[in-house]
């Protein structure tokens, strides 16, 4: 499972309009404080169903009105993570409540069902309870530990942006200085979006852009080549410092169907993948594998600093991928690979 970070997460009640304070509305409000481009989501109760809806993109140091009608006193759940094209680890603002997501694209869910077979598809929300002092008007704040005001965040997104796309390596520190200036008056000549310092909506999006498709470049991937659905699991070093292994799992790729399970450019030590092909009367190991890593009969991330009984793990037999230096790689799971006797020749 990637890394995600649960940062300061900041709820208040009251009256935001878009791009600054105004006065009072009924609805429910994201305002971004942070110096991350976020995908936020939302669940609440209707009609008594619990429904979730997102992908709300919200730029460093927007706001935006996500639900028209007047607010109800009662229990709200929120959730947000960073754009993929950011550097490091995801970044996310979340809680511990399970809910659905339909990943990539934008969804509204009234069926909380809908991702019992695939726990990739959930993400663990925060709760908010709304008042009835709120007056029908409310706003959630995703912050992180800068604190930044909504201006600053601008700022501060523009320089993390920056220097994810390789046009700086200065400070996020909110301040719009002579190197952030040069940097985006650069940036901006290479785009063709003029020759200014000037922050705005039109070259946000075109770093927002830039980024992701840089990440969607590199990391290491599943491809499913089979005509039955395959559970993937994958271990990897740790990252960040961190000597041993994670293994992570599952991931449910269907016939013909992919998932990016590592972010950022690979390293040069060897990665390890596993899977469990579904027949109809049984479930088929990938074969050939030569490194035991800790797996569970649900998602797991298991570090491999301690033994999988121990940490209430079973184990599995890893096959080894060396990726050869190279920044991106897919692992293609064929029929053959579930084969002990055509693996073994």
Sequence with gaps: MNARLLL???????ALALGGLGSARAEYSFCNKSSYALSAALGYVSDDRLVTRGWWRLRAGECKRVL???????????YAEAIPGHRGPLRSWSGTTPLCVQNDSLFTLRDQDVCAEDPRRQRDFFTVDVTEEAGGAWTTEFSDENNFTVFAAQI???????RDVGASEGDIDGYLGNATRNALRGYRRQKGLGDSGIINDTVMDALIADANAQDAQVGFFFCNATLLPVWAAFAGPRGGGAEGYR?????????QECAKVRRGALASEAYYVYGVMEAEDRSVPLAGGDTEFCVAAVQFDASSDEPCDEAGY???SFRRVDTEGEAAWTFQFTPEQFNPERVNR
Aim: hydrophobic share 45%; charged share 15%; aromatic share 10%.
């Design 156 to 162: 501060a997104g523009v320089q993390r942006l920056l």
């Design 8 to 14: 300061r997460l900041a709820v208040i009640a009251g």
């Design 247 to 255: 293994s992570t799992g599952w991931w449910r790729l269907g016939s």
């Design 68 to 78: 028209t009608e007047p607010v109800k006193a009662g229990r709200y759940y929120v």
């Design 314 to 316: 079973q184990t599995a």
